[in-house]
């Protein structure tokens, strides 16, 4: 099965964007062959601007690009994009309405090495609460280089998680819709509600587990599939949401917003990051010690299903 | 250039600011009547704007970094008559285009959304390079607060335009010496702005920036300025017009009571146009 990083389609993707269509302008914040805008870089030169190790800064000149026409993709590692530049991506973007595609790689405690520092936990949460900010995060390359396709006509701001280890191909044929979500796999009684790195996590899970369990994939997470979740939790007896995330305000929190009012009997077990930082390790290490890897998921369905 | 006209307009625009913030009962009296003189110049006889190309991009911008000084801007744009000035009475209260800080989506002629200081500059910059790379003549302007260079967002935007060559840029810093919490040389030094703008590739000049003659001069050398973006730091009294609130940084985000707002209009009566 052929594996490729969400930052590696990313940068496909974005150079056959650049090529495409001369309006994109792409930004990068010193970080360009770790991104991969730097594809971009070699396919249109002239539609890539390095600003420098300046987020802040980057992240304004994105919106007075897009406010001169532009379709601006501006990228560095989530932590320095959701996170330093939180304030400018909210004000100078968000606030008014500035069509400008935050694309964000190297999320997630499978940073590795790094460590805490650079493993951005929070990100997801970050960009979910700002009005009008639409949130992708993508689980392999077919649905990578779908959603950096189409984001390009959604007028408006979108912040999409990338991550930086290789991942398994999940979709054979895929089709982006906004706010639709994926079932990957129909089960009874158990489902599995997972999104980007998570999304191969919660397969192996599956095919680990004795019973059949349904796998759905929300690379949308904001606007989130509604319809879908409120269906799931009718025909489930346990959810279990996955996020390479914060437990609090992540994936599992916008699918609790959905559930909350209605008053199902289904419950829903959060599987995330504890309200904890990471450490350095390899990707592997990490998920295994945050109980993130398939195992570890399967051992705690057990637990508690 | 008719400066008789120029004087009447900025004095008039003055009273509209006064006139806000009473009426809102909130709003930046002091930085908006500092920088009068330099965007009534700007709106009147530099930029290329007005009622038929208000609604496009293709045109001279503003972005007013220092976003605090919102009645000023509604002030010019109803002076310019791209607003009503009846609508400026809706400053700040509930259901209004004229926010707190401005807001682009509810006002043409508003270029960008501002208020968190130090962001204005980066957009500024990032219209610039849209010009720069669409090769459309237009010119970008910014107005920046002496407290606002504080931000380190300024240095980076600063870094950025000059790396760029950004030469249809060009800053103006309000230099009214005064921030909330008193002098600027006090509470945490940004001087001097020129030599370090200049150590950062900016073409500087400096100004009174109550002088027409002088803004005339300066703008006319930043259009014909090539390379460099240019940074006009333009030397002004805060509270300019209003005897009790010049050179107090109480005012920079008071308002007057009823005693202070008739003084304050008394002494703006004289002729507008």
């Known amino acids: ?305 | 250039m008719n400066k008789e006209m120029l004087e009447k307009r900025a004095n008039h625009i003055r009273q509209n600011i006064v006139r806000m913030v009473y009426e809102a009962k909130s709003g930046h009296p002091g930085g908006s009547l500092s920088a009068t003189d330099i965007l009534t110049y700007l709106y009147f006889e530099e930029m290329d704007i007005n009622e038929k190309n208000v609604s496009g991009i293709k045109r001279d911008r503003f972005v007013l970094s220092k976003g605090h000084a919102s009645p000023l801007l509604y002030a010019v744009l109803s002076e310019k008559g791209l607003l009503q000035e009846e609508e400026l009475s809706g400053f700040r209260k509930i259901h209004s285009r004229l926010q707190g800080h401005p807001n682009m989506n509810y006002i043409d002629g508003v270029d960008m959304s501002t208020g968190s200081l130090g962001q204005g500059i980066s957009a500024a910059a990032g219209m610039a390079l849209a010009g720069k790379i669409d090769e459309t003549p237009y010119r970008i302007y910014t107005l920046l607060g002496d407290g606002e260079c504080e931000e380190g967002e300024v240095w980076e935007a600063a870094m950025f335009a000059a790396h760029y060559h950004l030469d249809n840029l060009c800053a103006i810093v309000d230099f009214n010496g005064l921030q909330i919490d008193g002098d600027v040389r006090d509470v945490i030094d940004p001087t001097p702005i020129d030599q370090k703008f200049e150590a950062f590739g900016w073409y500087v000049e400096h100004v009174n920036g109550h002088d027409f003659d002088e803004l005339s001069k300066a703008f006319t050398k930043a259009r014909e300025n090539k390379g460099k973006p240019t940074m006009i730091l333009a030397h002004t009294i805060k509270g300019k017009g209003v005897s009790f609130m010049e050179n107090n940084y109480a005012w920079h985000g008071s308002v007057p009571n009823d005693e202070q707002y008739i003084q304050a209009m008394n002494e703006l009566k004289e002729e507008s146009v």
């Open chain 1, 1 to 305: 099965m052929s594996k490729m990083a969400t930052r590696e389609a990313y940068g496909k993707a974005l150079a056959q964007l650049v090529e495409k269509r001369k309006d994109v302008i792409v930004l990068d914040a010193d970080l360009s062959k770790s991104t991969k805008t730097a594809d971009a870089k070699k396919a249109a030169p002239n539609q890539h601007y390095n600003i420098g190790i300046a987020e802040g800064n980057m992240m304004g000149v994105a919106a007075g690009l897009a406010s001169s026409g532009k379709v601006v993709y501006a990228s560095s590692f989530a932590m320095f994009a959701a996170g330093r530049a939180y304030e400018q991506i909210r004000n100078s973007i968000a606030y008014p309405k500035r069509n400008v595609k935050i694309c964000a790689t190297h999320a997630g405690i499978s940073v590795g090495e790094d460590g805490a520092s650079h493993q951005c936990i929070e990100d997801i949460a970050l960009m979910r609460v700002i009005p009008g900010m639409k949130v992708f995060q993508p689980c392999d390359e077919a649905s990578t280089k779908a959603i950096i396709a189409a984001i390009a006509d959604i007028d408006g701001p979108c912040y999409v998680r990338l991550g930086r280890c290789a991942v398994e191909s999940i979709y054979q044929d895929y089709t982006f819709t906004l706010g639709k979500g994926h079932v990957l796999r129909k089960g009874k009684h158990i489902a599995l509600i997972a999104s980007g790195l998570m999304v191969q996590e919660a397969l192996k899970a599956a095919d680990m587990l004795e019973e059949e369990v349904t796998v759905i994939d929300i690379d949308c997470i904001k606007p989130i599939d509604q319809e879908l979740i409120v269906e799931t939790a009718k025909n489930h007896n346990v959810i279990y949401t996955i996020e390479e995330h914060n437990v609090m305000a992540g994936l599992g929190s916008a699918v609790a917003e959905v559930l909350a009012p209605l008053g199902l009997s289904c419950r829903q077990i959060m599987i995330g990051m504890q309200d904890q930082f990471g450490e350095s390790g390899t990707p592997q290490e990490l998920l295994k010690a945050y109980g993130l890897d398939a195992e570890s998921i399967v051992e705690k369905i057990k637990q508690t299903k």
